[in-house]
């Protein structure tokens, strides 16, 4: 890479999906100097993989109130309503945004906006660009901050934030008596070496934590970096037991998972059984539209009840142009030997969205002073127990302006200091036998989250990850401190921390809330209340 990394910044953003690139837009604009570092390529993210798009009122026949009740119903009473509706209300000031900066949304043949329907809404009110509109937002996005001069480092993986804290127990002198960040240590995968990069403010985009799980929709990034990040400077995480299974991913027997978006029933295709009959009414009022953690779990029984591998979508009997309003999930189907036309297309649920993560307000901050989290890697108290369709971009665009703002007016009113921050120390390079140890690590890891922390839990199975989760955690962090670092390493270490804290919320919810289902506890508690998790001290 020829750009160079510079020893500060005003802000450095963890992440490159839409909460992170609209974050550092409208904070560049303001003058400041921002980077944004991402371990992969700069348009690897859960954003360029969202298919359904954008949930927002744009039309006469919606209104706030509908979409706030839609989303409190899917939330199962453990929404914020105050934050939801602040979130939302916000929603087509953000739409009239990306409009600005170039996402062209679908229409309609007499110009107006196409509106799609998904699951738990009661209106159409979905923006969206066929079934690529994270791509295309992610696209927008690009192409802005490149104007903004932002800079943007790939392959860089973040390991772990410096804190004012941390560095006074090294016996480095730090201004003032409270906690605060202080910068980040990155390994720089292309030159394999770690840097230190200091910045007064640090927002955590970095998504959210689907590849614990053996299957799910998300890319490889998604590996909970930011929770991982956060817990080991001894922040609380929230709900993280609320891991919403997306229920119509394409079934493969090579176990690869391609995402059928919900607005494919939105535009009235029904899920059928082995039998080819429709089942969903007899689980819900509102049948193939019910909310996702309901749809998940009627299919988990019926496959169990039938000893099937999957369910199906009735594409054949679509009205409409399949390939036309789904040109992207027809072309994958076809690659994988489905014909979504002529055929029904095989699904089953996979680990798609995690509703839970760093507790933030509304203007994205955390309990440590200049840390900030936008995106999934947030918990902002929209989500509740269970997210509504397409409610997350919307979330990501909203926080972020409102996060920036934030942001900014710290930046203006801050104290400059300087402070030596220590440099990174790494282990030993470790034998070549360890490097299987790792990877069989990971294997189990995967596995014991699908087998025992999946759409339906118990007690028991829950203990058993748990006792597992442990003894990994225990292999992977000797390994950690006695090795050379590198991407595989960093990533095990921050899915083995989120694995258990996960395991550790759903054992703190005694109940059957949303995404959290547990047969020793099947009905709902008298008082809905958040989870929150603290760091275990090893």
């Known amino acids: 890479m020829s750009k160079r990394v510079k020893a500060e910044y005003d802000l450095v953003i963890v992440g490159s999906g839409i909460a992170g690139l609209s974050f550092a837009l409208k904070v560049a604009e303001a003058g400041y100097r921002v980077a944004i570092f991402t371990k992969k390529d700069k348009a690897e993210s859960n954003t360029n993989y969202a298919q359904g798009g954008i949930a927002a009122v744009t039309s006469a026949k919606d209104d706030l109130d509908k979409h706030v009740e839609d989303t409190l119903e899917a939330g199962d009473g453990l929404c914020d309503p105050e934050i939801v509706r602040e979130i939302l209300r916000d929603g087509p000031a953000r739409i009239q945004d990306l409009a600005e900066m170039g996402v062209s949304f679908s229409s309609l043949n007499d110009g107006r906006i196409s509106l799609g329907k998904e699951g738990g809404h ?70 394999d070496r770690v840097i230190t990069v200091s910045a007064p403010v640090v927002l955590l985009a970095t998504g959210g934590a689907g590849q614990t799980y053996l299957y799910t929709t998300n890319p490889s990034i998604a590996t909970g970096d930011g929770v991982a990040m956060a817990s080991r400077i001894g922040l609380s995480a929230m709900n993280l037991e609320f891991m919403q299974f997306h229920p119509t991913t394409l079934h493969s027997n090579n176990g690869d998972r391609f995402l059928i978006t919900e607005a494919v029933r939105g535009e009235g295709v029904k899920l ?89 307000e509304l203007d994205c901050s955390t309990k440590l002073k200049g840390l900030y989290a936008c995106g999934e890697v947030a918990c902002t108290g929209l989500h509740g127990a269970n997210r509504l369709a397409s409610n997350s971009l ?70 058993r990850a748990r006792s597992r989760l442990r003894n990994l955690e225990r292999e992977i962090n000797e390994y950690y401190w006695n090795a050379k670092v590198d991407l595989s390493l960093l990533e095990v270490r921050n899915l083995v921390c989120v694995a258990e804290l996960i395991v550790r919320s759903a054992l703190k919810r005694q109940e059957s809330r949303g995404l959290h289902y547990t047969l020793d506890y099947p009905d709902l508690a008298e008082e809905a209340v958040n989870t929150l998790v603290v760091p275990l001290r090893r």
């Open 122 to 191: 009661s209106k159409r009110r979905v923006l969206h660009v066929k079934d690529v509109t994270g791509k295309a937002i992610e696209d927008a996005l690009l192409a802005n901050i490149a104007k903004q001069g932002v800079t943007l480092f790939e392959h860089y993986f973040a390991i772990d934030l410096i804190t004012a804290k941390k560095v006074r127990k090294l016996g480095v002198k730090v201004e003032g008596n409270g906690d605060r960040i202080l910068g980040i240590y990155f390994f720089d995968a292309n030159r």
């Open 272 to 360: 059928i059984d082995s039998r080819g009959k429709p089942f969903l009414k007899k689980y819900h009022p509102l049948a193939d539209l019910a909310p996702r953690d309901v749809v998940a779990r009627a299919i988990d029984r019926e496959m169990k009840k039938s000893g099937s591998a999957f369910v199906r979508l009735d594409t054949p009997n679509m009205k409409g142009d399949f390939p036309d309003r789904f040109p992207n999930i027809y072309e994958n189907c076809l690659k994988r030997g489905v014909d979504a036309v002529n055929q029904p297309i095989p699904v089953v649920p996979a680990a798609h969205y995690s509703c839970g993560g760093i507790p933030t």
């Open 394 to 463: 919307l979330e990501a665009v909203v926080m972020a302006h409102r996060g920036a703002e934030a942001v900014c007016a710290f930046l203006a009113s801050r104290k400059k200091t300087k402070v030596s921050l220590p440099q990174w120390v790494d282990g030993d390079v470790p034998a070549s036998d360890e490097r299987v140890v790792l990877s069989h690590n990971l294997d189990e890891l995967k596995r014991t989250m699908w087998d025992y922390v999946g759409i339906v839990r118990s007690t028991k199975r829950l203990e």
